[in-house]
């Protein structure tokens, strides 16, 4: 699949995006076992978190999740600059900063999608955190704010940052509306504008860029990638991850990984139990990051069903998961006889 394409290899080729309450380290290391080579993200983490609260708790991580960046909230360069050599102790390869949540409650701490407004601030912050860390620091984007919908806005706002050293941005290729629309529909309203992207790897061909947004089958990144450096997906990922196990082999030219969905279900489990004794960490706050393994499979519904059941809770992992796979089997025989829709 690589000569499908033609573009060198990067380190932000395929990546998942990072995803408030969703990609942390749990679901992080779900990931991992599916593809080896994806670049993973945290979910964002704001500096005033890792200055005044728990550092261990936001920035824990396995040491399996490499290659995994840290997304900063923040603008304030020298906050910023604390918290991506924190980042960097802790063993992150990526310091990212997030110039594209639209939320109200980002807004109120002057960061997020409003950033773009400010990218002389921006190229501050850059260059603060690579002041302070070897590692790379990349900025994640909107191709515009609100009904600015000029191609030259997003232009002028990736000129100014890369002059600060960033060579790596990762755009999100719709506008964020900071008023009006909730995160949701800032993810689905504002229309997709694939070109703009396009046309910003062409005016800085120099640059890394990575495209973001509505991404969805392996042919969509194929044909991303015959024009940009990298694409990252979200939710769809999130939802239906299966089809990471094929990234290494079409998009990085490594052997075909010898999975099966049973495996990696024990795999998390006894992921689990090492969380259970170490942390404390409940199995249920593990377990919801796996849901979609079994997405479209026969019986995939009920074995959904098994380990998000709020009683099974007292129930040691291993116990859920031979339930489960007793609801998978007892679907799929059911489907095999009615139909695809189990009538």
Same mark, same amino acid.
């Given at each position: 699949m690589i000569g499908e394409y033609n573009q060198p290899s990067s380190g932000w080729r395929l990546s998942v995006a990072p995803m408030l309450d969703w990609t942390d380290k749990h679901c992080r290391y779900f990931h991992r076992l599916l593809t080896r080579r994806a670049r993973l993200y945290t979910e964002m983490v704001t500096t005033g978190a890792l200055m005044h609260g728990s550092v261990r708790r936001h920035l824990r991580m396995d040491a399996q999740e490499h290659p995994v960046a840290l997304q900063l909230g923040g603008s304030e360069p020298r906050e910023l600059a604390v918290a991506a050599r924190l980042g960097e102790a802790w063993g992150y390869d990526e310091i990212n900063l997030n110039c594209g949540c639209p939320s109200e409650r980002v807004q109120r701490g002057a960061f997020g999608a409003c950033l773009m407004a400010e990218p002389n601030l921006v190229a501050d912050g850059v260059k603060a955190m690579r002041d302070a860390v070897r590692i790379p620091v990349t900025v994640k984007h909107r191709i515009g704010i609100d009904r600015v919908e000029s191609y030259d806005f997003v232009r002028d706002f990736v000129g100014c940052v890369s002059e600060a050293g960033c060579s790596v941005f990762i755009v999100h290729a719709r506008n964020a509306w900071l008023q009006g629309l909730s995160p949701k529909e800032n993810r689905e309203v504002p229309p997709l504008r694939y070109e703009l992207v396009y046309r910003l790897k062409q005016d800085f061909p120099h640059l890394t860029i990575v495209i973001n947004g509505g991404i969805q089958t392996h042919a969509a990144i194929v044909t991303h990638l015959g024009h940009v450096d990298g694409a990252m997906l979200g939710r769809q990922a999130?939802?239906?991850?299966?089809?990471?196990?094929?990234?290494?082999?079409?998009?990085?030219?490594?052997? &075909?990984? $010898? +999975?099966?969905?049973?495996? #990696?279900?024990?795999?998390? #489990?006894?992921?689990?139990?090492?969380?259970?004794?170490?942390?404390?960490? &409940?199995?249920?706050?593990?377990?919801?990051?796996? +849901?979609? /393994?079994?997405?479209?499979?026969?019986?995939?519904?009920?074995?959904?069903? #098994?380990?998000?059941?709020?009683? /099974?809770?007292?129930?040691? $992992?291993?116990? #859920?998961?031979?339930?489960?796979?007793?609801? +998978?089997?007892?679907?799929?025989v059911a489907q095999g006889i009615n139909g695809p829709a189990g009538r």
């Open positions: 999130y939802y239906d991850p299966w089809p990471m196990t094929t990234w290494d082999a079409d998009f990085y030219g490594e052997p &075909p990984q $010898p +999975l099966t969905r049973e495996a #990696v279900e024990e795999a998390m #489990v006894a992921y689990m139990e090492q969380e259970a004794r170490e942390d404390g960490t &409940p199995w249920y706050a593990i377990a919801r990051h796996m +849901l979609g /393994l079994y997405h479209g499979q026969r019986g995939g519904r009920l074995w959904r069903q #098994v380990w998000s059941d709020h009683r /099974l809770k007292p129930l040691p $992992p291993r116990e #859920v998961m031979r339930m489960a796979r007793a609801a +998978l089997a007892r679907g799929g």
